[in-house]
Structures are given as C-alpha cells and as structure tokens.
C-alpha cells in the first residue's frame, strides 16, 4: 500500500516543505515546522462542495433571528453556556484539568442525548468500556442508544461512525486520537490538528455535532492550542479547584452563541450536580459576623454572581511578610495591600496576610478590589463587616473608587438573596443607568471612606 505523502509546514506562514526545518527561511520562525497529510484530497473536496454548493446572497432583512436549530439539552446549566443546545455539525471542545469532571460530565451529556435525540458514539482513548461502564453506574446512567468503544485510531474511529451513524459524538481525548498516515505520535501537534481537522470536516459534512475532550498544559492552555482553537466553533473551559466540589464551565468561544455565560455545577458522588443558584451555594457556610470576611458581586459573564473574599492578617515572624492569595490575583493583592497602608492608614508591614476566595472561585475583575482591602481591613483591625452588606469598587492608586460595570444587575442578585446594603463608589449613580432601589446604597469616594463606612 502507497503511502500517503505527509508534508511539513510552518505554523507561522503556511509554507511547505519535504522536511522539517529549524528556522523558517519565509518568516524567520524557529522550529515552526509540523507534520501534515499532504491535503490533496482536501482540496478536491472543496472543490465538489463548491459544483455541489453555490452560495446566494441573502437580504440581511430577510435573514432569521436565530438562524441555528439547536438540539436540546435537558442539562440547562450545560445548555446556557452553548448559548441553549448543541447546533448540529458544531464541533466543540472542551478543555480541564485531568480529574476536573470532563469525562463525567460528558458521560452525563452523551445519555441525556442518548435518552432524547438518538444514539450517541462515546469513544474513550484513555479508559476501558468497563472503567466506562462502572462510572456509568455510579451516575446512574442507563441507555440503548449510548455506545462506547475504547479506540485510539482515527481510522477506527471513523469505521464506527459509519456503523454507529451517530447524532452525537464525542472524543476523550483528541491528544489520545491518532492518525496512522503520520508518523510523529499521539498528542503531538500534527497529530492532534490533523484529528480535529478530520473530525471537523466530518461534522460538517455529516451534521454530526462533536465534543472533542483536550488536555490542558501546565500553563493552562490547551495542548496544541492555537490550531485546535481555530479549528473548533466553540472552546469550553471546565474550571474549578480539584479539592472544591464546583465546577464552573465556561465559554471562551462561540461562534452559536456569547462567550460569556457560565455554567455552575457541583461535582457530587453521583456525578455533576447543576447549581442553579449559584450565590446561594458559594454562600451556604459563612459564618456571620466574624471579621474578615466581606461579600462582592461578581459577574460571571452576564450572571452576577455573590462571592465571600476572606482576609486573614496576622502578626508575622519573618523580616518579609508573607501575601497568599487563593483566588485573586497576588500581584492585585500586593497593590491593595499597599493603598490601603498608604491611602487608609492600616498598618500591614509586620502582618503576613492571607485572601481566600470561597468555593474555589477565581475572581479576576477589579470590581473586587474593595472587598478584598475590606477582608483585609476588617481582620487586621478585628472588626466585622455588617452581615447584610456587598461591597463593589475598583480601587486606584491614590485610594479613590471606579465605578465597576453592570452595577443595577449586581444589585438586583444581592437583594434576591437578602442582603440590605452595597457599599459602591460614588461615581456609579451618576454614569449608569438608575440603580434599582431594591438595596440601599451607600456611596462612597475613597477607600479611606469605604472602611469608615463599613467597619467604623
Ligand atoms: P473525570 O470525569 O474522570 O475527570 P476528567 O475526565 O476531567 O479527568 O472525574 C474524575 C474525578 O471526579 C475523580 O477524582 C472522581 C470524581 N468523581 C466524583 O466525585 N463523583 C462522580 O460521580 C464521579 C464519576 C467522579
Ligand atoms: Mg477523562
């Protein structure tokens, strides 16, 4: 049997060639180069899709809304972040930590498909049909229409779609999937972008909407990134902390829907629960009236979301203090930790100083920054917050507040869950549109006048 031709080419340029290079002779660019199937029979297929297909020009009037019929997924938490179901010959990845709840939550997806659409092809590069089948019972899933098969071959895989003829697809992992016409191994580059650009095309072609289950590396990103992402219409990141029990699931592209949403689960023994209240649930331990601790509405997306910041402040025994951050920003931390010597007067210079954000949640947007100087202030000069009271606000280097987006939305979340009071900076009145007077507000200019306010 003939070989099929494999070529190298620059991931910078495009450019060809029989070899691999070190540095581009094109761009410059060093080690660039990867393997690929010379695409022959690629550009032939574009070739009848352009006889078979001639596009017509459409009146943007005439055009429907939501142009994609999408297949529901009972799973609503899963569905909002899709932007309300699965678009049929979409290709999707999804991207967490090994251990996070992929390959659970899939699971769940693939019966829930099986029980209401059709059959669904779950093929596992990592675990065997019964490691499968024991987590399925554990989740308690039954289904005809739900088949599983341990494969790492492209081709095998594609032999049993064929039989199988799928509504649904999904793929654990593609860093495990290979491609027997290249030589470099699985998990590869190469390898990995010539998989998803096989699967892709066979969504496309086939309406056969695909999960595609991708490793993350060290730095966070998915391995063999920027080609897989170009390749896929949506990438999902799976995020939580593995010793915390939720997951949030996240957006990051979309080309069916908004890449903000977010979904919120909680991984329980018998799989991923959803959480469809989110505040409530990050909220459900909190000890009341203790100092240190101080409440923020965070957007998540479009969803407010209410979180604990906890600061602890304690005398240290090292000549440079120690900062800890769980779930803010170190660097974010070390400038509040600062303004607020600076600009309010607390002494920090001989306090180690912990933040902890509850529930494992990351918050990244500075609309924090206050209740994360007011966790702080509050342990330091052992003071609780008011247990009814939010606090917002962008804190900038002379101490003065920044009004924080989406105000009226964060407002409305914090009275629905009871709280009486939010702390905001001044400026917010006057550029938003009115604030609900569902809480009261208490405006406020600096940081020195937020932590008069709420700890006296
Ligand atoms: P898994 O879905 O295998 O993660 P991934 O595919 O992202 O690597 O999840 C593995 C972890 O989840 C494992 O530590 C056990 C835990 N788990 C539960 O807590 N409850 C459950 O019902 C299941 C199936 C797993
Ligand atoms: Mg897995």
Known sequence: MARNRTVYVCQECGRNAPKPIGRCP??????????????????????????????????????????????????????RVLGGGIVPGSIILIGGEPGIGKSTLLLQVAAVIANTVGPVLYVSGE?????????????????????????????????????????????????????????????????VKACATEFQSLAKNNGIPTFLVGHVTKEGSIAGPRV??????????????????????????????????????????????????????????????????????TMEGTRPLLAEVQGLATPTSFTNPRRTANGVDVNRLLLLLAVLTRRANIKLFEQDVFVNVIGGLRIDEPAADLSIALAVASSVLDRPLAAD????????????????????????????????????????????????????????????????????
Request: some cysteine; hydrophobic content about 40%.
């Open 127 to 191: 675990e065997s049909a019964r490691q499968i089948k024991m987590r399925a019972e554990r989740l308690d899933i039954a289904s005809d229409d739900l088949f599983l098969v341990t494969e790492t071959s492209l081709s095998t895989i594609l032999d049993h779609i064929q039989s199988v003829q799928p509504d649904l697809l999904i793929v654990d992992s593609i860093q495990t999937t290979y491609d027997d016409r290249l030589d470099s191994a699985p998990g590869n580059v190469s390898q």
């Open 389 to 456: 009271l939010v606090a917002m606000g962008e804190v900038g280097l002379s101490g003065e507040l920044r009004a924080v987006s989406q105000l009226p939305a964060r407002l409305n979340e914090a009275a629905k869950l009871g709280f009486k009071h939010a702390l905001v900076p001044r400026s917010a009145r006057s550029r938003q549109e009115p604030l609900p007077d569902v809480i009261n507000t208490i405006e406020v200019r600096t940081l020195a006048d937020a932590l008069s306010a709420a700890v006296g």
């Open 26 to 79: 094109n761009c410059g660019e060093w080690n660039s180069y990867v393997e690929q199937v010379a695409e022959v029979s690629n550009s032939k297929r574009v070739q009848q899709r352009l006889i078979g297909h001639r596009s017509e020009p459409q009146r943007l009037t005439e055009i429907s809304g939501d142009p994609w019929e999408r297949i529901p997924v009972p799973i609503e938490e899963f569905a």
């Open 228 to 297: 897989l992402e170009h390749i896929v219409d949506t990438v999902l990141y799976l995020e939580g902390d593995a010793f915390q029990a939720f997951r949030l699931l996240r957006s990051v592209k979309n080309r069916f829907g908004a890449t903000s949403e977010v979904g919120v689960f909680e991984m329980q023994g018998y799989g991923m629960a959803e959480v469809t209240n989110p505040s409530e649930a990050f909220l459900a331990d909190r000890v009341v009236n203790a100092s240190g601790s101080s409440i923020v509405v």
